[in-house]
């Protein structure tokens, strides 16, 4: 089936732009989690979304970064008035429901870069 | 609340020499354990996952990791090292929590000498 996908695979922008980021998570996968991973780093966690509840937005590094889940399925992560720090992968994940053995299924990546 | 600590982030090893990457996490209840595997420039793939079975997994490219409650460890193993392993691994916990978001440890580098 189907995998995760995202877009768009590259996006350039200019400084003080804002940016949309999509996820399309694998079918029945209740739970969506956006990182990003800049150059020769590891994954830095951003938001998660589970179901119908409030989202864990604890890692998102500030209020220019938002994310949307719509109908528990797509999502979208907004970069407002974006800096050049901000460039990076940013990789969307998806796992299904269950209590065991969540695996997280990726995405290609995003990568932003901010001139 | 769970926790993941990878206890090196760049390990070197000679082509032909095993390979130990290390993990502990810490969790509540009985977690659910994985391991990543990025190549350079690539999309991150599942190398091996426990989930309460048994306690030494196989997964991909003669990989391996034992899981010890009584360390809190998950350690990953291979007995040879290839050229080809060299990449970034990231050791994972997921809770048996549902609400509870899966937990990525920061990364160990693997680097392979000739």
């Known amino acids: 089936g189907a995998g995760v996908s995202q877009s768009p695979s590259n996006k350039v922008t200019e400084k003080g732009k804002d940016v949309e980021l999509r996820c399309d998570p694998i079918?029945?996968?209740?739970?969506l989690y956006w990182y990003r991973q800049s150059l020769g780093q590891g994954l830095e966690f951003l938001i998660y979304?589970?179901?119908?509840?409030?989202?864990?937005k604890s890692g998102l590094p500030s209020d220019r970064f938002s994310a949307e889940r719509t109908g528990g399925s797509v999502s979208t992560l907004t970069i407002q008035r974006t800096q050049q720090e901000d460039s990076a992968v940013y990789l969307c994940?998806?796992?299904?429901?269950?209590?065991?053995?969540?695996?997280?299924?990726f995405g290609p990546g995003t990568r932003l870069t901010v001139l | 609340a769970q926790s993941v600590t990878q206890l090196d982030s760049h390990v070197s090893v000679s082509e032909g020499t095993p390979v130990l990457l290390r993990c502990n996490y810490s969790?509540?209840?009985?977690?659910?354990l994985f391991w990543y595997v990025q190549h350079p420039n690539k999309g991150l793939q599942l190398l091996l996952k426990?989930?309460?079975?048994?306690?030494l997994v196989k997964g991909i490219n003669g990989f391996e990791a034992e899981f010890k409650k009584s360390e809190t460890s998950f350690h990953l193993t291979k007995p040879s090292a290839h050229m080809s392993d060299a990449a970034e691994y990231f050791c994972?916990?997921?809770?048996?929590?549902?609400?509870?978001?899966?937990?990525f440890g920061k990364g160990t580098r693997l680097h392979i000498l000739p």
């Open positions: 994940a998806s796992s299904p429901p269950g209590r065991e053995g969540r695996e997280q299924f």
């Open positions: 079918s029945g996968h209740t739970a």
């Open positions: 979304f589970q179901g119908n509840s409030a989202p864990d």
């Open positions: 969790s509540s209840y009985s977690p659910s």
């Open positions: 426990y989930t309460s079975a048994a306690t």
């Open positions: 994972v916990v997921s809770p048996m929590n549902r609400d509870d978001k899966i937990i």
